[in-house]
């Protein structure tokens, strides 16, 4: 059983994560300002054409430097493959614990059940509760399930959740 402060580590590791891996994919989508391998081929080609004939470009040189820009991006490859997994991992070190997160059809309520499964979309990780898929980034708790919290909040598997409103005024609604 891990104790509050694992629980609430692991929270505040999935919003950071879930947080860097949204800004990467915005940077990404934005518009790019770095050069491709395509860009960088081209550039090299009209760098060839234009250089003097009585002064050419050592062949080491751009091999060189194609080998360096093959390895930076294959870094970036292998960084985004890991950002994934971890994100994965996290997601799906939740199984069996009962979170508590915002409705994304309404931000004003909460949903709060036990994570039956871990998924990955192939843009972010994501949790499953009730057979509904809720990315991480809208997790606000934690918590070992039957924990005392004073409230009556089962969320098993009798096809519920438990939602509550910005009030923390609990409604129960059918899925």
């Not at 054409?49 to 009585?54: A, F, L, T, Y």
């Not at 939740?94 to 508590?100: N, Q």
Request: no cysteine.
């Amino acid at each position: 059983m891990q104790s509050s402060s694992s629980i609430e580590n692991t929270l505040t590791n999935i919003k950071n994560n879930t947080a860097k891996v949204n800004a990467e994919n915005a940077k990404n989508n934005v518009g790019r300002t770095e050069l491709d391998q395509n860009a960088f081929l081209q550039l090299l080609m009209v760098q060839l054409q234009n250089q003097d004939p009585m002064n050419p470009t050592d062949n080491q040189e751009f091999i060189a430097q194609q080998a360096q820009f093959t390895q930076v991006t294959e870094l970036q490859k292998l960084n985004e493959t890991l950002t994934a997994s971890n994100s994965l991992l996290q997601a799906s070190s939740l199984i069996g614990k009962e979170v508590t997160l915002i409705d994304p059809n309404n931000t004003s309520q909460r949903i709060t059940g036990i994570v039956e499964g871990a998924i990955y979309t192939g843009q972010e990780a994501g949790i499953t509760i009730n057979g509904k898929n809720y990315p991480l980034g809208l997790i606000e708790s934690i918590k070992e399930p039957g924990a005392d919290t004073g409230t009556d909040n089962s969320a098993g598997g009798d096809g519920t959740e438990s939602v509550a409103d910005a009030d923390n005024k609990e409604n129960t609604e059918k899925v």
